[in-house]
């Protein structure tokens, strides 16, 4: 046969659009780690049931509210339910999935969720999110949904996919935290450490010293947002990213980036403030400069002693989850050592696991404590490990060297999406995951923020899901590309990423999420 020129460029135009579609339908993130795609596609049914096996009953809520938007009603029942197009399964046979792993299969039956824990329907879910329109997330009536057929089998790498906050600098309120837990959950992560105090702000009430929240509280960085959350909005976030399976680890930083609260309780300093070196601010005078290194507690004090236990033993009474960062970074002291470790042992005593940034490795402290790497100073240590390396997951670097942020100290030029991407595990079994970081010296407001976090965050949550095996940083910016409409759409102020061939829609004004509950 034969076409002529303009004939054919519609063909080919044709083809590039029917292309683009499939790839849209197809794009999970993070990849799972076996996926078949069918030809055919199951269409919707207005009427649905959902059906679900005894225990599931959280899963069946949220998979409610994915699907409501496309059916005129949903119904439940048990798992005995006739004409089931939506299963949730929970089945101990998938117990070698892992906790966190899921099945997932589309066919002309319907849709099969299955998991042996909630977590892994939770996740199941995530992914069917990915499979649906992003005109879902506006949580608005939508006609004509459609799922591709496919069978998935997914579970992590990593039990350890994290998500860091520097509220400290800048405070980013309740409201926002929770629109970014929404957005942490939509890419499988499970782990918020929230960075909660530093020289420029102390963010979290303790009941012993208010004077912390009212007078540190107030500080930030020039530029930034003062603020704290009381114990009851810290609860509340934690209560919000549980049913999103993620889990909260709050960071008292000591005994360095300590200045919020020495400008708030004067005998936390030595005598005539000779614990802070070189002198940027004078108690009670509150610091809003970026500098770093200038001050720690008067560690040998008695009031700094109790001031530590106090201050970890509410921070532990409030947390729900296993583990609290003490911190640890950046403090060039005598008996800095024996100091962390009393930090350490004190987390024990409260009941949980301490966490902190590598330089805690060096003290005497169990072997079950966690050691966050921020650097490729070499770490001598078998203790679990956090991958944070500045050169692959410091967000608060520029995402292209146009964007020049003044945090280039670790990578001039910034991290790309493509070094974070590109990062493979090296090192031993004692890697436990990944978790990026947002410093906000420079990220003073929540645009600025979700411009440091999107998309690097998804190319850091597939880093931690997917075995390096399934990864492939071409296929990744295609997969990526649809991902410009949803997070248009979700409200988010994301980074245009040169390199990916963006698909977008008129972003939305407001932050949305077909999981947010305001
Ligand atoms: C180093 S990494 C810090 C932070 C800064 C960051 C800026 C670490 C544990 N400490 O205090 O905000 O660099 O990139």
């Given at each position: 046969m034969f076409y002529s020129f303009w004939q054919r460029s519609q063909l080919v135009f044709l083809l590039l659009v029917i292309s683009q579609l499939a790839l849209a339908e197809s794009a999970i993130i993070p990849q799972p780690k076996n996926a078949h795609w069918g030809t055919d596609s199951w269409s919707i049914p207005k009427e649905s049931e959902i059906c679900f096996s005894s225990g599931a009953e959280s899963s069946v809520r949220w998979l409610q509210k994915l699907i409501a938007p496309l059916t005129n009603g949903v119904s439940t029942e048990g798992l005995a339910c006739k004409k089931a197009s939506w299963v949730l399964q929970l089945d101990s046979a998938l117990k070698s999935l892992g906790e966190e792993g899921y099945r997932l299969s589309v066919s002309g039956k319907g849709v099969v969720l299955s998991s042996s824990t909630n977590t892994g329907l939770f996740y199941a879910i995530q992914t069917l999110r990915q499979l649906l329109p992003a005109e879902l997330e506006l949580s608005q009536p939508f006609k004509n949904g459609v799922l591709p057929y496919v069978e998935i089998e997914d579970a992590p790498l990593y039990s350890w996919r994290g998500s860091m906050l520097d509220v400290a600098r800048s405070f980013y309120s309740v409201a926002y935290v929770k629109q970014h837990i929404d957005r942490m959950a939509l890419f499988k992560l499970n782990r918020l450490h929230l960075h909660l105090t530093d020289d420029q702000g102390w963010r979290i009430e303790i009941k012993?010293?208010?004077?912390?929240?009212?007078?540190?509280?107030?500080?930030?960085?020039?530029?930034?947002?003062?603020?704290?959350?009381?114990?009851?909005?810290?609860?509340?976030?934690?209560?919000?990213?549980?049913?999103?399976?993620i889990i909260v680890i709050p960071e008292v930083d000591m005994p360095g980036h300590i200045y919020a609260a020495l400008a708030s309780q004067p005998e936390l300093n030595c005598e005539n403030f000779t614990n802070i070196t070189v002198r940027k601010a004078t108690p009670p005078q509150l610091y809003p400069g970026t500098e770093v290194k200038w001050n720690s507690l008067c560690i040998e004090k008695d009031e700094v002693k109790a001031f530590a236990t106090t201050v970890l033993q509410e921070l532990a009474a409030m947390t729900q989850g296993p583990w609290i960062h003490i911190g640890g970074d950046e403090a060039e002291l005598v008996n800095y050592d024996k100091f962390v470790s009393s930090l350490a042992e004190k987390v024990y005593k409260f009941g949980k696991t301490p966490v902190g940034w590598q330089e805690i490795l060096n003290a005497n402290i169990k072997a079950r404590t966690i050691g966050q790497i921020w650097t490729h100073d070499p770490v001598n240590s078998s203790n679990p490990q956090i991958l944070s390396y500045c050169d692959r997951?410091?967000?608060?670097?520029?995402?292209?060297?146009?964007?020049?942020?003044?945090?280039?100290?670790?990578?001039?030029?910034?991290?790309?999406?493509?070094?974070?991407?590109?990062?493979?595990?090296?090192?031993?079994?004692?890697?436990?995951?990944?978790?990026?970081?947002?410093?906000?010296?420079?990220?003073?407001?929540?645009?600025q923020m979700d411009d440091r976090?999107?998309?690097?965050?998804?190319?850091?949550?597939?880093?931690?899901?997917?075995?390096?095996?399934?990864?492939?940083?071409?296929?990744?910016?295609?997969?990526?590309?649809?991902?410009?409409?949803?997070f248009d759409l979700m409200g988010i102020h994301f980074y245009e990423t040169p390199t990916v061939q963006w698909i977008r829609a008129k972003r939305s004004m407001n932050a949305n999420s077909v999981f947010l509950d305001r």
């Open positions: 012993a010293y208010p004077n912390l929240t009212r007078h540190g509280g107030a500080g930030a960085v020039t530029g930034g947002s003062a603020g704290f959350y009381t114990q009851e909005d810290y609860k509340e976030i934690q209560r919000y990213a549980s049913d999103r399976k997951f410091y967000f608060d670097h520029s995402n292209t060297p146009a964007e020049a942020l003044p945090n280039d100290w670790c990578k001039k030029g910034g991290v790309s999406l493509e070094d974070t991407y590109g990062f493979t595990f090296k090192g031993g079994p004692n890697n436990i995951g990944i978790e990026a970081a947002v410093w906000t010296e420079w990220a003073n407001n929540t645009d976090l999107w998309p690097r965050l998804a190319a850091s949550a597939e880093v931690s899901w997917t075995s390096e095996s399934r990864r492939d940083v071409v296929d990744f910016h295609s997969r990526l590309a649809p991902f410009g409409k949803r």
